[in-house]
């Protein structure tokens, strides 16, 4: 049977209705009667677009386009007129019968077979139009054909209609079960007790449909003069008891994601994925020995080679540095042996029984301190603090560090764990026992007294401490203006490595002060490890640690950068003078490259924090000044007691000389007068760099520096 497509024909326009709600007009292309719809196409936005609609859909917003069959008629509607072919009377009671009063409406099959007029023909039609009742059996069967064919199409095509509707809610119904039993399967699988079980299901649904091809041991070593690479921990037992998500993925060998979870303003939970590419990536399930293969293995031959090679550890306190430095803690032991430090030593003196490095007699010596708030303490010699200096041929000395020769790798195990038991640590939002300062352990080749080479392996303070520069406690804030000033100093030091600057900026912080060496010289080599914790409480910490070491490696890669990174802000230096004459702060070379550091961090220091470290640096110089002064006084009034002592015996005897007692006693009176005045006088000047730090610090409070 056709398809009764009403008085719709190609071409003309139609209302339709879009899945965003709106409604507009759109010209009828094609009539498909396979599947009951219409093919429609309007032009937006310059382009042309189509779709299929259901007939029902157009009849519902075109009336006027509907077929006539389809009309539903009201009780006082009039009936449509009867086929032209039959030739009937008309009795007053049928016409009772097609217009009945409302207490007698028939029903729906009876009107169906009836026939009807449309409103305009019922009074044009004569009387005798309609068949008495006893001429209606003499019919022609041809007329009851046809009648009944009509009635059979109609009621066809008011049930295809019905059958639509039908299947939309079968289709809506199925729909309806099928999430249904998805939600109820996935409730299942997932304990709806963790707090953020939605979140971790997308996470689940993500890694579903990723590649994995981790790192191996077959995976080749490469040369890199800088390697960066990034350490994943497993969850500890604090995090799985509080049942925390693992929101960082690591599918292969050089790529890490962050789930990082989002909010949209309807309260929405979504996930934010960001990719991070490095030379090396390691997952949760890779071994100290592995990291070691990869980062600080290959730099074990440079120093053999009269070279220097640096390996830091980097990320925010209990990601794990400690850890892959020093080595496993089982509790609060640590077992040194599985550390890069011993793995490091050890391969030292494999390397120093081959056949071509046995005949330079070459000794190992090591060393191993810390750096804490901008001084140096030597862990072997007691925690005895230090003095950083540079002689006349601008190499940097390390005033008093004491140096242990060691023979074997058990000598270099007994040195960590002597160093490890003094460092100094703290408790922070991270971890209890956060590590405040930056540990240094060094390897030292001697040949005849002279250095032949040296490899320094450093466990970084955690970065989450350089946040800390507005703190209201002035010690934690030192502790985060030392932390932060350092970490920007190392990373500008390793750019200027990898592109061969002509300028270093060493003298920015103690670290690279100490660590000038290894960033001077062709023969240099730098391995970062970015150590990062996988719980979603730690994602920002994460994040900025993947940006970090991002930054680092990212300028060795793209040469167009080189011009682009150097670029001076004038505004932010025009600042930095205005600043200078405010402060009243001189020249120097430190200051020159923290000035360098501002100009090349315009995100990370600002005009106001500059200053701030400017004035952290200062006070630090006049503390040391001021204790050495102290200390020079404290052993000058020693001497001065001695001599006061001979004068007071002196004055026992009988016939002792007046006039030498009295001119000697107003000596030594002067003497401790000028000197003390002068002490008072640096005191004075060092409280006042005091308040001026403490003013430092409120005027970057409002703006609180991103934490590297």
Sequence with gaps: MAVNFGKIVVGIYVEIKRSDGRIHQAMVTSLNEDNESVTVEWIENGDTKGKEIDLECIFSLNPDVAPEEEISLSPVTPPPPTPSSVKVNKIPKNRRTIAPGKAEVPSRDNRVGSTRMRPGQQQQQPESALPPPAQQPAQPIQTQTQQSQQQQQNARRKSNCVKEVEKLQEKRERRRLQQQELREKRAQEVDTTI?????????????????????????????????????????????????????????????????????????????????????????????????????????????????????????????????????????????????????????????????NYKKLELQVYATFFEIYSGKVFDLLNRKAKLRVLEDGKQQVQVVGLQEREVKCTEDVLKLIEVGNSCRTSGQTSANAHSSRSHAVFQIILRRKGKMHGKFSLIDLAGNERGADTSSADRQTRLEGAEINKSLLALKECIRALGRNKPHTPFRASKLTQVLRDSFIGENSRTCMIATISPGMASCENTLNTLRYANRVKELTVDPNAVAEGVRPNMNAINQLDIMDEEWELSNSPQRDDLKLLCEQNEEEVSPQLFTFHEAVSQLVEMEEQVLEYHRAVFEESIRWLEDEKVLLKMTEEVDYDVDSYSSQLEQILDQKIDILIELRDKVRSFRSALQEEEQASKQISPKRPRAL
């Excluded at 303003?265 to 990291?291: H, I």
């Design 195 to 355: 707090p953020n079980y939605e979140i971790m299901q997308m996470i689940r649904d993500f890694r579903a449909s990723l590649d994995y091809r981790p790192l191996t041991t077959a995976d080749l070593i490469e040369e890199h003069r800088i390697c960066v690479c990034v350490r994943k921990r497993p969850l500890n037992k604090k995090e799985l008891t509080s049942k925390e998500l693992d929101v960082i993925t690591i599918p292969s060998k050089d790529v890490v994601m962050v789930h990082e979870p989002k909010q949209k303003v309807d309260l929405t939970r979504f996930l934010e994925n960001q990719t991070f590419r490095f030379d090396y990536a390691f997952d949760d399930s890779t071994t100290n020995e592995m990291v070691y293969r990869f980062t600080a293995r290959p730099l074990v031959e440079t120093i053999f080679e009269r070279g220097m090679a640096t390996c830091f550890a980097y990320g925010q306190t209990g990601s794990g540095k400690t850890h892959t430095m020093g080595g496993d803690f089982s509790g609060k032991n640590q077992d040194c042996s599985k550390g890069i430090y011993a793995l490091a030593a050890r391969d030292v003196f494999l390397m120093l029984k081959k056949p």
